[in-house]
Structures are given as C-alpha cells and as structure tokens.
Antibody
C-alpha cells in the first residue's frame, strides 16, 4: 500500500524547535518530489516547502524562509522538516505529500501532477 | 506569487444537484490547475490535475474545465459523500498556491 506517515509533532514553546519526519512506504520514494504543507485550525491549506527527487531543487514559502529547512534521505525513504524559531501562528496540522513533475515543450514543471498521496498529518502546537 | 481566488466561499446544495465551483488565477497558468477535496479531519484528496484530467479512482461525476485564468470544477449530480471543502491549486510556478477553499454544505 502506498503510504506516507508523519511524526514528530507536539507542543512546543514559542522560539522553540521541532523536527518533523515523513516515512514513505509502498512506492519508489526517490522517484518523487516531496512537499510539506500545513493547515491551521479552521483555515485553508498552506504550502510550505518542496524538495526534488535528488535534492536538486528546493523551494520554500516566504512565511518559513530562514526558519524551516526541508531535507530527505532516499536510502531511508524519509522526508524531514526542521522547524526553528517557532511562533504561535505556526500552530497547525502538518502534512507531507508526494508529487510528480512533467516536461512540457521542454519546460520543467516540478509540481504538474499535483499532490496525489498525503500523510494523515501531525499536529504542531506552539504555545507557552 | 500567483493568487488563486475561489468562488463561492460556501455553497448549499441538495443531493442530486449539479454544482460548479470557480477558481480564478491572478495571471495565466495555462492548464496547470489541480482540484482537491477535503473532508473534516482528513488529508486532501486529489480529484483533477491539468485542469481537466480525472485522477484515477475519482468518480466521473466530477469534471474540470478552463485555462489560463478561469477554471471550474463541476459535480454533475451531488452525492452525500461529496459534501466537503474543495480547493484549487496552481502548479504553474513556485510557490504552488491554493485558493481559499469552497465549503459545500447540505441544504
């Protein structure tokens, strides 16, 4: 079964750090780009970070640049999100998701096929 | 960044109704548009990619249309399991931005 499972969430004080993990199973992890996204309570989806199959491309949302770092270990079939300098507004359910890109007329679109497999989410609460 | 705007933000409908949700991009994105469905407490589920291509396993009552800046998701005959929140997302360029969501509720 194709599956993603996040872990590492919890309660942390403002200014603190957490490292989220996403374990992949049932598919060739190294063949897919991977995303981190989040959803604050009662709010919509917010994309955070993307990492290409071979760490070749990394994109980050402005809201987390300089604070969050995405990485992956293809040998361990795992994705990570190191979160530093956490703020109250980082409180959310955090999801990992996989994606496939496409080349169209010679232009590479790394997210073209969307996020077709998601984890169940891990909750991060930032509060004193 | 490309801004995505959905309308309406919420919608009440009855089982069997035909409903359409629209999504507007702040600049042309060709057909690089995704639709997701999300139910409470669950991760989103990909319905449509490339503006109109149905993801495997998604019922044929869902369809997508549009290009460049104007897109639509249509559900031809609502089933009870379709009452959920729907999001569009552009995959044309980073960051891959989402619309704010459309909550589809039972009338």
């Amino acid at each position: 079964e194709v599956q993603l499972e996040e872990s590492g969430g919890g309660l942390v004080q403002p200014g603190g750090s957490l490292r989220l993990s996403c374990a992949a199973s049932g598919f060739s992890f190294s063949s897919y780009g991977m995303h981190w996204l989040r959803q604050a309570p009662g709010k919509g989806l917010e994309w955070l970070s993307y990492i290409g199959r071979d760490d070749d491309i990394i994109y980050n949302a402005d809201s987390v640049k300089g604070r969050f770092t995405v990485s992956r270990d293809n040998a361990k079939k795992s994705l990570y999100l190191q979160m530093n300098s956490l703020r109250d507004d980082d409180t959310a359910v955090y999801y990992c998701a996989r994606t496939l890109g496409a080349s169209i007329f010679g232009v590479r679109y790394p997210f073209y096929y969307g996020m077709d497999v998601w984890g169940q989410g891990t909750t991060v609460t930032v509060s004193s | 960044d490309i801004q995505m705007t959905q309308s309406p933000s919420s919608l009440s409908a009855s089982a069997g109704d035909r409903v359409t949700i629209t999504c507007r991009a702040s600049q042309g994105i060709s057909r690089h548009l995704i639709w997701y469905q999300q139910k409470p407490g669950k991760a989103p589920n990909l319905l449509i990619y490339g503006a109109s291509y149905l993801q495997s396993g998604v019922p044929s009552r869902f369809s997508g249309s549009g290009s460049e800046t104007e897109f639509a998701l249509t559900i031809s005959s609502l089933q009870l399991e379709d009452f959920a929140t729907y999001y569009c997302q552009q995959t044309y360029s980073a960051p891959p931005t989402f619309g704010q969501g459309t909550k589809l509720e039972i009338k």
